[in-house]
Structures are given as structure tokens and as C-alpha cells.
């Protein structure tokens, strides 16, 4: 999964997941104006297992993850030709070694678009669980943590967050996501003994999702069960 090469960057032309916009308008007598991308919303879903008091993540290679730790540590060019040549349609990435795939690998909570008009959010929610992390949970299991924005500076997606108990009789195949939609998932576990410091581990990557939601379970279900979060 992290075997990352024949990278070339290229420009974006058309879409079916972003579409750039510029916006003008008028704030307190001061026109301005805006660039921003249209979205689709997304559900994510913190899941844990009560057979083995583990957490249910994934973790998966993000190209946009993967580009920025290269811009980030990439020589500086001597001029801008470098650039200009990088820029170019179907030019290959250069300004030495590329960084080790690793670099581009995060650790999420199980997620996906809101793209099915015909599906509520937590059915949406239910098919990925299912498709990313092998569990099969009812629809009436989810429970629904909250809703927040996200990219407020670039795209102001909306995400809905769910909470879901599994035990392993809920495991019915092994997840890894839709091979036909391009995912190739990876279904970590991480005990629950160990959930804060992961989640305030920099050197592990992960998303805020992540982070918020470990730190829901410990306000809001550590106490009912009586269980520590090793805080």
C-alpha cells in the first residue's frame, strides 16, 4: 500500500469531486472576493469494538497528504524554471528524492461522500462501516454525535459524525473499501487503553475527526462503562 512512484502532477481540468469557483461580493461596504471549491458533504463514524474494547480506524495513502510533506521538504529550486517545468501537463514530479509513500498515509475514522440522493445519512453511514471495516450494524445502532464544518476556508463541506458499537459477531468480511472506486483501506485497531495517547501522538498522523471523537467517548461513554482511556 505504500509502494507510491510514477508520480506526475497535472492540471485538473475537470472533476466529478471539486468544482472551483470564485465568489464577489460586498461585506460592510468592502467588495471582496473569494475562491472556493463545491463539495459533497460526508458522514464519518467512530466505531468501537466492546468485544475487544478497541477502536475501529482506517488508514489509507492521501495524495493531497503525500504532496504537501513533499512541497514541504523538497530542495528549494534556484530559480522559478523549475517550476514552470513542474507546472507543465504530465510533467513528473521532481527537486529530488520523492518522499517514502508512508508520508501520505493517515489514520481516519471510517468515512464517505454523501453522494446518494436516495439514502439518509445514517444509511450512508451504515454502507461504509460495512465497505471499509467488514461490520454489518443496523441503522438503528448509529447514533449521532453531531454535524460541523469543515475546509471552511476552501470548500465549507459539511460532516456529519456517528457513533457505532460492534462486537465481533458484527464482523462479517474484512473491509478494505470498493477496489472498483480506487480505495485500498487498511483496518487498524487501536485499544482502548491507548485512545488519548494516540490521539495527542503528533508523530502519528491522523485527522481531527480522530482526535474529537476519542475525546467524546471519554467524556460521554467512558463513564457508563466504567472504562479508562488512559487519561
Not at 458522514?43 to 513533499?70: D, G
Request: hydrophobic share 35%; proline share 5%; aromatic share 10%.
Amino acid at each position: 500500500m505504500e509502494q507510491i512512484n510514477d508520480i506526475q502532477v497535472v492540471p485538473c481540468t475537470s472533476s466529478n469531486y471539486l468544482k472551483p469557483f470564485r465568489v464577489h461580493y460586498s461585506q460592510n461596504g468592502t467588495k471582496k472576493s473569494w475562491d472556493f471549491m463545491r463539495t459533497h458533504d460526508s458522514v464519518s463514524v467512530l466505531i468501537f469494538n466492546t468485544t475487544s474494547h478497541c477502536f475501529v480506524l482506517v488508514k489509507q495513502f492521501r495524495p493531497a497528504v503525500y504532496m504537501c510533506e513533499w512541497e514541504r521538504t523538497k530542495p528549494k529550486a534556484p530559480d522559478s524554471s523549475e517550476q514552470v517545468a513542474e507546472e507543465k501537463e504530465g510533467a513528473a514530479v521532481g527537486g529530488g528524492e520523492t518522499p517514502p509513500g508512508s508520508v501520505g498515509m493517515t489514520y481516519e475514522l471510517c468515512a464517505g461522500l454523501v453522494d446518494k440522493a436516495d439514502l439518509s445519512l445514517e444509511e450512508i453511514a451504515r454502507q461504509e462501516v460495512l465497505e471499509e471495516c467488514g461490520y454489518d450494524v443496523p441503522v438503528a445502532k448509529l447514533r449521532r454525535i453531531t454535524s460541523y464544518r469543515s475546509g471552511v476556508g476552501v470548500t465549507g463541506a459539511k460532516q456529519t459524525m456517528f457513533y457505532a458499537e460492534v462486537s465481533d459477531e458484527n464482523c462479517v468480511g474484512e473491509g478494505g473499501g470498493e477496489p472498483q472506486e480506487g480505495e485500498l483501506i487498511e483496518v487498524v485497531k487501536v485499544p482502548l487503553h491507548e485512545a488519548m495517547t494516540f490521539a495527542y501522538d503528533e508523530s502519528i498522523p491522523k485527522t481531527m475527526g480522530v482526535i474529537f471523537s476519542f475525546i467524546w467517548f471519554h467524556n460521554n461513554m467512558s463513564p457508563k462503562y466504567k472504562i479508562s482511556t488512559n487519561v
